[in-house]
């Protein structure tokens, strides 16, 4: 394998961004791939998968590069090549890098499930509490490098159709059972650059984010809120169920997501999206309004480390204590949103029962029969290959 000393150089650069700056690791990435055109597509696959993997496994390379005192960034680099199987350039920079102390810590390091999997002590002590014998497998597939999976926008297109237009341009795909407009990348392209995308045709979407604006039943003319969209991306697939009839009002804390969300709108064709910045009468005004309400709400994100590893090491113990209660906050406050007769879907991205089937099971105890549960579903990293999310179905009775 040939290294050239500019790539590596920029995943330095990077990983100096997002440990000591605390920048998140994709805006990072963007960044720097942006910062030379004439990067090829191998090139900017080994930047990016280079620095997203040595983030992923930081705790880990850490370990096996503690023999060296304090170990560089470059010797980070390093371990993990050795770690892969592959051999270092002769470059004066790796001369003192010895592969077999390296392989030897890490013959080491799988001893301990913290260290091998590569996850601070508190997360590991969390997992392990919450999910008990099955966290040793989700955590391992959290740390699985993420599949691309495409949504095919159903206002342009069908799935069968973007797959056949993707394969004329040497972009192949697999569909996925039980999700009609999801399509899964044999390997990874950047799909950003096609017509198809710049026309609207797809959005990137991971399968099980797929599956919670279907649980929300929504027809075309109803009056649906989605009350944490954030940049848009279930607010579209709403938007498609709908068959762009209907009033879908797109609500946020933060401005800049929905101007992102309109950006998105406008490409994807959707006109019945209005969107609105949460204040504090907004949630009082809209009071019994909604024929179905989603509730995606904030959270620690552990089902999706796959794709941003970063967070695992910036999160720390006492935000998840602040999240729950922002999510039962947002739950029993905005589900008053919800006419009679209405459903609520709650969902979060977390793998931690404690954000999501206790968040319920609490909602519906000190709601009494004012609340239902119809149905709730999880998908697993380790049994699905998804991300992790949770989402539960709520109707309230007329």
Known sequence: MKYHRVLVEAIVFSLTEIFEKGRQADKVIEQVLKSNRKWGARDRGFIAENTYEIVRWWRMLDFVTAHLGKPSYLDFFAAWQILKGNELPPWAEFAHIKPNAIRQAYEEAKKSRKIRESIPDWLDEIGAAELGTTWDDELHALNQTAPVVLRANTLKTTAAALKEALASKEIFAETLPGLPDALKLREKKNVFQTDYFQNGQFEVQDAGSQ????????????????????????????????????????????????????????????????????????IKRLRDTADRVLLDVPCSGLGVLRRNPDSKWKMKPDFLTQIRQTQYEILTSYSQMVKPGGKLVYATCSILPSESEEQVKRFLAEQGAKWQLLEEARTSPARDGFDGFYMACLTKPL
Request: charged share 30%; hydrophobic share 40%; proline share 4%.
């Open 211 to 282: 599956r919670i604006a279907p649980m929300l039943d929504v027809h075309p003319g109803m009056r649906v809120i989605d009350a944490c969209a954030g940049a848009g991306g279930k607010t579209l697939h709403l938007a498609a169920l709908m068959h762009n009839q209907g009033r879908l009002i797109a609500m946020d804390v933060e401005g800049w997501k929905l101007e992102e969300l309109r950006r998105r709108a406008r490409r994807n064709g959707v006109s019945n999206v209005e969107t609105r910045v949460i204040e504090p009468k907004t």
